[in-house]
């Protein structure tokens, strides 16, 4: 969390000076607190509705008025500490929400305990055989010829080096549109149970049915149709940019860009040794049309590989965006030497919660390659499809016939 | 009627936590500061939280202690306003235009008679604000709906007022106390949210898990209670595709009670997992955990 450069100084005077100077220290943190005059008068208004003079009350009852989601909920009471108690510690010890989380910040601000058992935080535990498994060397190393990129990845696992901007290549970007529409009609996610109206359907529209028949003497001549409406796939396209997938990343970055250009319903990730979700920079990119690139893609792009990793944190901190309608494509050679407990915890997630798992490999076409890798053999009991794509027409055929499990 | 008339207690946040926990709910200081609150500012309450740990629980006892209706909308994918908020009477609305075509009437004479009040069905949206007492709305798994749905709603929540085209915009005639729950399946819109108290019901602790077991089955031993929270808790902390909840706790100590058990052992485990794991995978994941867990209530 970031607090701006001029923080406003508790006390203020009066109780709406006080609160008004806390709402303005939110809205500068990192969480998007998003607090207008509303807030203000609500939070006042519980204010006047419990003990002023409880500490807990006040930061329980401000708690519920301010924060509106999990992730300001989590970091709540530390922003409350920070500015009405900046020398006092906190009074009690509350768990913590994630079940789960790498690298995730408790209540308290600090790292959170490792749980037993739990394979996210038992990677912070140097002993754990999760965290161990990270040294793992991967077993796939027939062919030489992709054994750079694989100890290019094992020995820069740490953070990605400074990322330059990414352009997306405009070469073929007609045919890979082409490509994206194709593959977004074929998906067959049978119907919806909404019903809506329809010049012919299998169900009778009283109600317009009825407003017609005023005009023919109640007599229903012109009936009113309705019908349930195709569902409309989602899509989660989590890219690894990582430096051994670099003459990969521009084709696959491609395709998620007219991906997102063909379907709203598009949601991209990156990551490398950290996750960052670009869909918005996408949308940018879009518009500005000429160039489109990226920028500010920090950990995520460029770096070392952690996939298992990375997968938990999507499936747990976007868990929202994985649904009955959602395929979920995860483009990455599978080199990664962390622990493949990790990534079977993320996968089995992401895999019970979404329509489809694809995994695009690109190493899948090269001579010699087998997915013998902990990574590969760990994920291929999840996957609905294991593929390679170069070109824009195996891209168009990622969900030619794919089956659906919801 | 305030709160203070039905209850004194109501007022404050430890007799909100006194009259629960009367009716066998134990609420924390969050959801007893809440509850205050959906009373005092009169906001609906977005309830987040994992399957299971008493979200709704808490709705219908918020409507005891009121002594109010509890309303209840159970959300899903295809909910629209039709089952929602209110549906026309065709059947009755059809025969009333037969029965008046020979009077002469116009058009526009018998479009607002059907289009009236008496042929309108109340559905649970539109109950909960033509009710004489405020009653408790519970639209549960709000996650589940659409966004249409979600964007539906949000008028009702602001300003506790549909628009019927046919019949104009209903005020409420007192405010209901609102909660919303959802499993975070989906992410629900900043709008929806903008318009909640919210809060994140996790799952309880081991002492208040061992009171909301002591609490719901009097007569249970007290060392068997203890048990089943240590084994539960441990299983929440495992990679689980479904996670026990306190609904499964309070099943499973009601189960070895009606089995007359008074501990629990490897033997007793393995005849009721089916009572807290629920999915096939799990079964099997317990089997590595198995020495552990015989450790736990040894």
Request: proline content about 5%; hydrophobic content about 40%.
């Amino acid at each position: 969390m970031s607090t701006s450069a001029t923080p406003l100084q508790f006390p203020h005077g009066s109780l709406p000076e006080n609160l008004i100077a806390f709402i303005e220290h939110l809205r500068q943190t990192t969480q998007r607190f998003n607090l207008g005059p509303g807030e203000v008068q609500d939070a006042l208004e519980a204010l006047g509705a419990i003990n002023l003079g409880s500490l807990q009350e006040v930061r329980q009852a401000l708690k519920l008025v301010l924060c509106s989601n999990l992730e300001q909920e989590r970091v709540f009471d530390d922003l409350f500490f920070q500015f009405f108690l900046p020398s006092r510690k906190r009074i009690e010890a509350l768990p913590n929400v994630y079940k789960a989380n790498p690298g995730s910040q408790g209540e308290t601000g600090q790292k959170s305990q490792p749980a037993r058992n739990n394979p996210s935080e038992a990677l912070s535990d140097p002993q754990s055989p999760l965290a161990q498994g990270k040294t793992r060397l991967a077993e796939d190393s027939d062919a030489s010829n992709w054994a750079a990129p694989l100890l290019k990845a094992m020995f820069s696992r740490t953070a990605g080096s400074e990322t330059p901007e990414v352009e997306i290549p405009q070469q073929d970007l007609d045919a890979m549109l082409l490509a994206a529409t194709q593959l977004v009609n074929q998906v067959r996610l049978g119907r919806s149970r909404r019903w809506v109206s329809t010049p012919k359907g299998t169900r009778y529209h009283f109600r317009r049915t009825l407003r017609k028949a005023l005009h023919t003497g109640g007599e229903p001549i012109n009936p009113a149709w309705q019908h349930h409406p195709k569902r409309q796939p989602r899509f989660v396209f989590v890219l690894d940019g990582s430096r051994s997938m670099q003459s990969y990343s521009d084709r696959l970055l491609q395709f998620a860009y007219a991906l997102r250009m063909r379907c709203n319903r598009v949601e991209v990730f990156a990551f490398s040794t950290g996750l960052k979700r670009i869909t918005q920079q996408l949308e940018k990119a879009r518009s500005l049309s000429e160039r489109p690139r990226l920028s500010q893609l920090g950990q995520a792009w460029g770096g070392g590989t952690k996939i298992g990793e990375n997968l938990l944190l999507l499936e747990q901190k976007y868990g929202g965006l994985l649904r009955g309608d959602t395929l979920v494509f995860v483009a990455s050679d599978g080199l990664d030497t962390g622990a493949p407990e990790v990534l079977d915890y993320a996968l089995r997630q992401i895999y019970h919660r979404s329509a489809a798992l694809i995994w695009l490999n690109p190493l899948l076409d090269s001579e010699g390659y087998n997915p013998h890798a902990n990574c590969m053999k760990t994920a291929l009991p999840y996957l609905d499809r294991f593929c390679a794509a170069h070109t824009p027409e195996d891209y168009a055929r990622l969900t030619y016939r794919l089956k659906l499990r919801h | 009627m305030s709160q203070a008339e039905i209850n004194p207690l109501l007022t404050t946040v430890e007799g909100i936590q006194a009259v629960l926990r009367e009716r066998n709910y134990i609420a924390d200081l969050s959801m007893a500061t809440a509850l205050r609150l959906v009373m005092a500012l009169r906001k609906p309450l977005l309830v987040e939280g994992p399957a299971g740990v008493g979200k709704t629980q808490v709705a219908k006892t918020l409507a005891e202690v009121l002594d109010t209706r509890l309303i209840r909308l159970q959300c899903y994918e295809g909910l629209d306003t039709a089952q929602a908020l209110y549906e026309w009477n065709y059947p009755k609305q059809m025969l009333h235009i037969r029965l008046t075509e020979q009077t002469g009437a116009s058009v526009a004479q018998r479009e607002a008679q059907i289009f009236s009040e008496a042929y309108l069905l109340r559905r649970p949206l539109l109950e909960a604000i033509s009710q004489d007492k405020p009653p408790v709305l519970l639209i549960d798994e709000i996650d589940r709906t659409d966004e249409e749905f979600e964007a539906f709603l949000l008028e009702l929540l602001a300003e506790f007022q549909v628009t019927i085209p046919e019949l104009g915009t209903l005020k409420a005639t007192h405010r209901p106390h609102v909660i919303l729950t959802s499993n975070r399946s989906r992410e629900l819109s900043d709008a929806l949210r903008r318009r909640c108290l919210y809060l994140w019901q996790n799952y309880p602790s081991f002492e208040k898990e061992v009171e909301i077991i002591r609490t719901r089955l009097p007569g249970i031993n007290v060392r068997l209670a203890q048990k089943i929270a240590t084994v539960v808790a441990h299983l929440r902390e495992l990679p689980l595709n479904k996670a026990p909840g306190v609904a499964e706790s309070l099943d499973w100590a009601e189960a070895l009670v009606s089995l007359h058990k008074e501990s629990l052992d490897m033997h007793v485990l393995e005849q009721t997992w089916g009572v807290i794991l629920k999915d096939k995978d799990d079964l099997t994941l317990i089997e590595a955990h198995k020495q552990r867990i015989a450790e736990l209530v040894a």
